[in-house]
């Protein structure tokens, strides 16, 4: 049972466009969620988060849109650089204190020069 | 202020034996986290231990099991290896207990080890 779901495995866009990456989740304990990315050889590392509260956060070039009622949240990334290309997961949890992230399958984003 | 290591990196083992993993926390964090990634898929949570004692497991039969040292270092063990035991395995460490410690969520991923089962 896939609670997060990632259905792009792949994405790939031009240096200076924006690239979306798209996540849908089934639990709706779910209320706190957050995009890790991953470069080969690394472990994943923190980008940015959304709490179910909100429905967007900014960070930079990075922001994550949050449609509850839909269960689905986003990442935009503008402009892309050639030092995003990496995977890009989504994670969720329930409850900020939870112990456990329930991750998608990530979504490998190149960016084309 | 050093981050999260994981040892060995690369590993092959033989199904049905036992494997250890290893992994040291990042300086100041008491919280270690286990995830195993197969291939194509993103990590599963396996086990969380805080103050060397389990703190949240997921959905993995009991030949996983794991143990946390004072120094809040981490090992990972899994008996009786399957072939669908290949996978990247990850660890995390954090701060409190969960998987807050800040405003980042407090995990710090280790860059994993990669065990093939054959």
Same mark, same amino acid.
């Given at each position: 049972d896939q609670q997060v779901k990632q259905n792009s495995p792949s994405l790939s866009v031009q240096e200076g466009r924006i690239s979306i990456l798209n996540c849908d989740y089934t639990n709706s304990m779910? @209320?706190?969620?957050?995009?890790?990315?991953?470069?080969? *050889?690394?472990?994943?590392?923190?980008?940015?988060?959304?709490?179910?509260?909100?429905?967007?956060n900014e960070d930079g070039r990075f922001t994550v849109f949050l449609n509850k009622s839909a269960k689905h949240l986003s990442l935009h990334i503008v402009p892309s650089q050639p030092g @995003?290309?990496?995977?890009?997961?989504?994670?969720?949890? *329930?409850?900020?204190?939870a112990q456990k992230l329930v991750f998608g399958q990530g979504t490998r984003l190149t960016i084309n020069p | 202020e050093t981050g999260v290591t994981q040892s060995p990196t690369h590993l092959?083992?033989?199904?049905?034996?036992?494997?250890?993993?290893?992994?040291?926390?990042?300086?100041?964090?008491?919280?270690?986290?286990w995830y195993q990634q197969a291939l194509g898929q993103g990590p599963q949570f396996i086990f969380q231990y805080y103050r060397e004692e389990e703190n949240g497991r997921g959905n993995f039969p009991p030949r996983f099991s794991g143990l946390q040292f004072p120094n809040y270092s981490s090992e990972l063990n899994v008996n009786a290896l399957e072939l669908?035991?290949?996978?990247?395995?990850?660890?995390?460490s954090s701060l409190g207990?969960?998987?807050?410690?800040?405003?980042?969520?407090?995990?710090?991923?280790?860059?994993?080890t990669r065990l093939t089962v054959v």
């Open positions: 779910f @209320d706190y969620f957050l995009w890790y990315k991953k470069y080969p *050889a690394e472990g994943p590392t923190f980008l940015i988060s959304i709490s179910s509260i909100k429905d967007k @995003d290309s990496a995977v890009y997961f989504c994670a969720a949890s *329930a409850g900020r204190r | 092959i083992k033989t199904r049905g034996q036992q494997v250890t993993l290893r992994c040291s926390s990042q300086s100041g964090h008491n919280t270690v986290s669908d035991d290949s996978a990247l395995y990850l660890c995390a207990g969960g998987g807050q410690g800040s405003t980042n969520y407090g995990y710090t991923f280790g860059s994993g």
